[in-house]
């Protein structure tokens, strides 16, 4: 069986890329925080033939030497998946805090891969759309070619754009390290917009939502009742099931390398949750809002997701399957209670 290591196995999208690699036959070592996550993550596995599923303590992904341990105890790794990514509650400095955990966690792992993966044919990293998007400045469609512009010096002084400045930044030292380096692997980056879609219950909580799937929580439990939904801000999304095939395809596909992927289902509005919501789970009525307003933009820019479809053969689900889903999957954990 092909082994792959997994980074972040506790996360939102890691969970489902992990039950995505399970499925499709392959042993897998997973990174997380804790022995309490990793137990987490083992749970629903407990089936599997020993040695199938493994994890290892990575406590602090941006020191370095983070992964040196992990993959040096793990020869046989032929691909690695990193989906973790830096973790902080409150950042009151951007640099220390975000932008040089990013940008030193994503080539600390490549290094590491560089010096004890030797058969490692391939990585592939969870970048995001905000490595892609120009809020200054929209093009007409946004595609693999498109890059965010933020500065550094940006990203420190407007905290608005930190975060999009260090997926940017980290993304593009990877790039870099690839030309620099020539390493024996190669390189795909996933760049996902706004992902919703199911949580796994055995791990996430209702107070370890990610950012998206909040929303969709606060919509449920009558928070925008009384006063409008929140704006959309990023105009495309994804269902996490469908980001996660992408991470395994991209690794089974051989043409897949040395690109990056805009994983996108296409346009939404919050207004069209709610009214996915309202469709799909009428019982929930009562704690919806009345009619809110739809700020979708006549003018929204376009997007070019054909290199998912073609390349990794992606079909992408609806939005209404995606929320009733998510919705659905909150109950587990008791969203609605």
Known sequence: MVKCLLTGGSGFIASHVLACLIRRGYTVVTTVRSNVKGSKVLLPYESLPAGTLSFSVVDDISQEGAFNKTIEENPDIEYVIHTA???????????????????????????????????VKRVVITSSFAAIVNTGSHPFIYDEKSWNPVTWEEAINDHSLTYRGSKTFAEREAWKFLELEQPDYDLVVMNPPLVYGPVMPHIHALESLNTSNQRVRDIVQGKCVEGAIPPTGTFLWTDVRDLALAHVRAIEVPEAGNSRYLITAGHYSNRQIVEAIRKTHPDLLPSLPINPVDDFPPDVYGYDNSKARDILGIKFRTLEESISDTVESFKQIGVLN
């Not at 640099?95 to 994503?106: E, F, H, Q, R, S």
């Open 85 to 119: 990514s830096p973790f902080h509650n409150n950042i009151s400095d951007p640099i220390k805090d975000l932008l040089n955990p990013a940008v030193n966690g994503t080539r600390g792992i490549l290094e590491a891969i560089k010096l004890y993966g030797k058969l």
